[in-house]
């Protein structure tokens, strides 16, 4: 994805933010893919609605090339899931 329509997508979620009053959202990334293109936008989004820092978390992606990490298995990726949440809160 180009980086200017990321920027947009940025702003746009800015503007969401505000909108919906949402005070201190926790993002749930998925993916390290995602997780990088978050975290290089992170200071943006955290001036956007004013906040010192954004929370956070990354989980991996539920695919057939993840499966090391979750076996494949629903109740497993679950756990992992829950685990990540367990450590933002």
């Known amino acids: 994805m180009r980086s200017h329509t990321l920027d947009a ?6 503007d969401e933010l505000r909108v919906l009053g949402v005070e201190d959202p ?3 990334l998925l993916g390290q893919k995602t997780a990088r293109a978050f975290h290089d936008r ?10 010192a ?3 956070s ?3 991996p992606h539920y695919s057939a090339a993840n ?4 076996g494949n298995r629903p109740d ?11 450590k933002a809160s």
Do not use: C, M, P
């Open 9 to 14: 997508d940025v702003a746009d979620l800015v």
């Open 26 to 28: 926790l993002f749930i």
């Open 53 to 55: 820092q954004i929370r």
């Open 57 to 59: 978390v990354t989980v």
């Open 67 to 70: 499966g090391a990490k979750h």
């Open 76 to 86: 497993r990726y679950r756990s992992i899931v829950l685990a990540a949440l367990g």
């Open 42 to 51: 992170e200071t943006i989004l955290a001036n956007g609605i004013g906040l």
